[in-house]
């Protein structure tokens, strides 16, 4: 009988395919980058197909590299990055224009627009969402804005919408399924937190053709079945699928109300599981849901921070200080501290708590004495910065301090981001013993769905520390040096002109 897991991680600057075993270990891998694409500044943009292309042909390389084969998988399981939408025509499957990526701001100007109409308290009161660029309505909205026909096309049912699990999903399974899961669909400002359905009043408002959207399913359960030939051999069920940091939530075992993790990735997204409630934020954050797994949507507190690992490509590929990004461990831990040098990475506006899509990115308080190794270090440290800023609206939204921090993704490696940041918000940082945990929550989730793991219980009693950080600086140091970030933080603020 099957029992491996294949896991599509599809992230923002490449994708990973993982082959995990039922003991929870990853047993084969597959990864390649793919291109993007920056035509204006604050624009990014994807290749939808060539996102497909990478996927498809990374699954039978990770099956190639575990020795196994298409008829030894019991399921796949998808997470990807969130908002970034593709439009596509539903009879020829292909995109229709650039997938506009999350980071995009092209959409300021529609924000504002809205903003003034007056519903911008109606969309977060439905959606638990800001108006911001960052989410998928207005990135919709401006393709029919801006590209002929679309916007007639779509009400003419011509066209199909979605993030990019529904784009993977779709192309899995050769056209016969245009589906997304809650997680998803609950960050598109199209869906209403509450009812767990696309909503009709926002649909009608913003002028979206429900035709146009995926149907909504849980996180975990069969979602279709792939197409001949996808995979040679066998077709696979698609049985979980879960936006990245919420799959990243559920794969650090954070089963239980109140406990939190953070991912550094391209950027960093602190979530706290707030359980069967929605819980409101009024510091700044979002309410989002976290995972449907059959027995109704639970829900998290979420702080999105924009750029943190991305700050780190672009010290290697904007600045050249760096060859690699494996330097950046080493070199920052080379000096004691920054030297009294700041670096905000609002290259793409700032998110929580914050929400200003016109600020810019600043290097303050350098001396002749700042070398390349405070730069790198400065970058580090923003990352634990722009985290206790979350952290400390999303405890005071949530009543209670925060207890302890699970981190993940590429840059919780770094011994040395890993204590500053205990440091900063006083509390013990663990770190996983597997660390894979956003493609480890797809797998969940698709496993749990076909049997493969029984229950969540039996996931979470399988999670392990692989190391530990207990704070050790003062609290009136830490203060301090986070003073000095919030006067960096507010030089960044407004600098952009708005279109």
């Not at 994807?46 to 008829?71: F, M, R, Y």
């Not at 146009?212 to 699928?241: C, H, I, Q």
């Not at 952290?391 to 890993?418: F, Q």
Request: overall charge negative.
């Amino acid at each position: 009988m099957p029992e491996l897991i294949l896991s599509v991680d599809a992230g923002t600057t490449g994708v990973t395919v993982f082959v995990v075993n039922p003991e929870a270990r990853v047993q084969g891998r597959a990864y390649s980058e793919f291109r993007q694409y920056y035509p204006k500044p604050g624009w990014v943009e994807h290749d939808a197909v060539e996102i497909w292309e990478t996927t498809q042909a990374l699954l039978v390389s990770a099956l190639e590299d575990a020795g196994s084969k298409a008829s030894d998988v019991a399921a796949i399981g998808i997470t990807n990055q969130r908002e970034t939408i593709v439009l596509w025509d539903r009879g020829t499957g292909e995109p229709v224009a650039p997938a506009i990526v999350w980071q995009c701001r092209r959409s300021a100007s529609i924000c504002e627009r809205l903003r003034t109409s007056g519903i911008e308290d109606e969309l977060r009161a439905r959606t638990g969402l800001v108006l911001d660029p960052y989410f998928s309505a207005t990135k919709l909205l401006w393709y029919f804005e801006n590209l002929p026909d679309v916007q007639a096309r779509a009400e003419a049912g011509e066209l199909a919408f979605g993030t990019v699990d529904s784009w993977l999903i779709w192309k899995l399974t050769g056209g016969e399924r245009h589906v997304t899961e809650h997680s998803n669909a609950s960050r598109t400002m199209l869906y209403s937190l509450e009812d767990g359905t696309w909503d009709p009043w926002i649909l009608e408002t913003l002028g979206v053709p429900e035709s146009l959207l995926p149907e909504v399913l849980p996180s975990s359960g069969r979602m279709g079945t792939t197409a001949e030939g996808v995979l040679p051999g066998a077709r696979v069920p698609v049985s979980g699928a879960a936006g990245d940091q919420q799959s990243a939530l559920f794969g650090q075992a954070c089963f239980e109300t109140g406990m939190a993790k953070n991912t550094y990735g391209t950027g960093s997204f602190v979530l706290m599981n707030t359980g069967a409630e929605v819980h409101r934020s009024t510091h700044g954050l979002l309410s989002t849901a976290a995972w449907d797994i059959g027995e109704g949507v639970r829900y998290a507190l979420e702080g999105a921070i924009f750029i943190t690992g991305a700050a780190i490509q672009w010290l290697r590929d904007g600045l050249g200080i760096i060859s690699q990004a494996s330097e950046t461990g080493p070199l920052a831990g080379s000096v004691p501290d920054t030297g009294g040098a700041y670096l905000v990475p609002a290259f793409v506006g700032l998110g929580a708590p914050h929400w200003d899509p016109y600020a810019r990115g600043a290097f303050v308080g350098i001396t002749q004495g700042t070398t390349r190794a405070h730069l790198v270090r400065a970058a580090v440290e923003a990352m634990a910065y722009q985290t206790r800023d979350v952290v400390e609206a999303m405890t005071l939204d949530a009543g209670t301090p925060l207890k302890e921090l699970r981190v993940d993704g590429g840059a919780s490696v770094m011994d040395v981001l890993c204590q500053f940041q205990a440091d900063q918000l006083g509390v013990v940082v663990r770190r996983p013993k597997d660390q894979e945990t956003t493609a480890l929550g797809a797998a969940y989730l698709a496993g749990l769905a076909e049997g493969v793991w029984a229950a969540p219980s039996e996931i979470g009693a399988g999670w392990a520390a692989g190391a530990e950080y207990e704070p050790k600086m003062s609290r009136d140091e830490a203060d301090s040096l986070h003073d000095g970030w919030k006067r960096a933080v507010d030089l960044s603020k407004g600098w952009a002109t708005k279109d």
